[in-house]
Structures are given as C-alpha cells and as structure tokens.
C-alpha cells in the first residue's frame, strides 16, 4: 500500500523520519502508567506554573507532627534554624525512631518537585519506615524554597545553612557529625549533588555519602535521553525547561552558570563523598546522570551507579510494589548500611 505525503512549504516531499527507538518500559509500570491518563502527565509551562503549584500544594500529602509520630514509633520535631545571610530561617523536620540513644547517623535529606513543587513532610513516612527504623538513622528533611518565588542560590543556600546548623548542633540532635549523608530525589538529587560540591568548596560539614536518586542535574537538556524519552514517562523536556527556567531566570542557559546551580556543569569532581546514583533507563535524566557517575570516577572518586531497565522517572514511587521498585530500595539500603558501616 502507498502512502501520499503532503508536499513541504518548499514544494517538495519531506523526507520521512525514523520512528523513534526508546527502550521498552518495565511490564509493571507500563499498566501504572497507563492507568494515569495523560492529565497527571501534563506539561508544566510557564503559563500553567503557578496554578500546578496551587494544585500541587492542595493535593500532595503534608502530614503532622503528630502523623509522623505513627502513634509513639517516632520522635519528631519541627526546627526553625537560622538561615543564609540575608536570607529567612529554615525549617528542618527532624525525625527518629524512638527509645533510641544516641548519637546516631544522620540522613539529610531534600525532596523532590522539580524545584517547584513539593514539601519536607510528604517524604518523611516512606523514609522513616525504610531506612530510619531498621538502619537507626535520624532524618532530617529540609523545607527549602521554592522557584520561581526564589531563585537560584536560594534553595541551595538554605539547605547548605540547615546542613551547617544541623553539624554544629550534633550534641543537642544527639547525631554523630561523622556520619554524615546528604541525599535527595529528583530535584532533591539535583540538591544534594550541589551541596556536596558546595560544602567541599566552602569548607563546610563533610559528609560520609551522598544519595542521589534520579537526581536533576543538567540545565542545558541537551543529552540523548532528554530528547529521546522526552513526553514518554512522567517528565518532559517542556516541564524540565520551565523549572530550570524558574529556578536560574536570567542565568538560564548562561556560558558561566556555577556548578552549585546545575552540578552537570561541574569541572571538578574530585574530593567529594562516596556516591549512589540510580536512574531508569526510560527516563531523561539517565544520561545526565550516568555521564556524572562517570566524571566522578574519572576524577578518581567512588560512585555506585545503578540504571534500572525499564525504569521512567520517580518509577518506586508510582508502582511502590513493582518487582522493579523493591530491587531498587533493596539496593539502596545495601549500599547506606555499608556507608553507615
């Protein structure tokens, strides 16, 4: 059977395109990702930013203290610190199993949303049932700013002010300032990856691991993957474009962006903290991501890297029962209890 093409504005047949060759997603998350329709899957764009927010804001879970508490398993508590110079107080969410003693190991943690979304509470269940209880970790996670409200270096200069606080008041936290890891989702990724770059340059807190979980850390969205899985999975490049483009405003796309905005861009991987890098195969960021487990082993230092087949953006937590997202935590735990070791 023939096919007519319509002539292009020149008067000639425009060339036919090759279909675009993705890797298959995983069987499980393919019927999740089905099931969501395409309106959760929605562009962000500048002129939809602010109503996502609201709409995010309203639906995502923010639970209590005394939620969080799970009826007396935890001890947490809200903490108001001092912020950047210039800058407002932080809040910090500090969490811990109860009855134990310290001083405990600490995971510093900043979440996702892109930059634009999210809170340091709807985290912090899923994490203190996975790793607090049965690693006996204490948890800190960090209300940092959102863009386009503030920009960058806003959110990171929050979490760095949290992070320096947190160390100098180890005693009072009754946590070990030895044992130290910074870590994060997503955007949250993106975060920890800068603030391990930033507190090696300043001199700050060292950390003993750094986690980075599908984390975002290229503004330039100029690799393979971006385009390629691009409107495929939950993220795409027009939503990837508006947060970075909400984060850095003017600076989007600058020649001399620093590392601490856009960790991608960084020169100089060496003496950073051992880390943990996972993304799926079926998503944007994989790239991105193994192209810095790489710079970090070419500088000499340690990463873990794990690409999980099939896998789209934030996959653990669209289909938490997924063969795929237990084999993930699984590989997390791993490697934090070997840190923490």
Known sequence: MSV????????????????????????????????????????????????????DAAARPRPTIEDLRADGRFEVAELCVPGPPDGPDVTLVSARPAGLTGPLPLLYYMHG???????????????????????ELAIISVEYRLAPRTQYPGPLEDCYAGLVWAAGHAAELDIDADRVIIGGKSAGGGLA???ALLTRDRGGPVPLGQLLLCPMLDDR?????????????????TSNATAWQALLGERYGAADLPPYAAPARATDLSGLPPAYIEVGSAEMFRDEDVAYANAIWQAGGQAELHVWPGACHGFDSLAPRAALSQDARDARTRWLRRVLA
């Open 221 to 237: 969205d100029s690799t393979f993957s971006s385009h390629q899985m691009s409107g495929l999975g939950t993220w795409d490049l």
């Open 4 to 55: 007519r093409r319509a002539p292009s504005e020149s008067g000639g047949v425009p060339t036919p395109r090759a279909p675009r060759v993705v890797p298959p997603f995983d069987p499980e998350l393919s019927v999740v990702l089905a099931a969501m329709g395409k309106e959760p899957r929605e562009s962000v764009t500048p002129r939809n930013l602010a109503a996502r927010q609201e709409r």
């Open 113 to 135: 949303g892109a930059m634009i979304m999210g809170n340091a509470w709807s985290v912090l269940p899923r994490i203190l049932r996975e790793w607090a209880l049965p690693l």
């Open 193 to 195: 990856a800068a603030l």
